[in-house]
């Protein structure tokens, strides 16, 4: 998911974390924390957390395309 939101943004491969979620922050108007939690969080722990992160980032996904 990074390196989608990465391209769409048109950031290196190389992008910091910092400068990812500055990134999709400044597109999407979301919080900082909620985008760094949802980009770099811990791994699901079972299938229902694991399909939540799926959608959640798809939703994000869309949203920086929509901006």
Known sequence: AR???GRRLGLG???SRPAMVAAVVAHTGSEAAAVDALLYGAAPTGDDALVELADDLDMLILEVAGS
Request: hydrophobic residues 35%; without cysteine; glycine residues 0%.
């Open 3 to 5: 390196d989608r939101l």
């Open 13 to 15: 491969v190389e992008t």
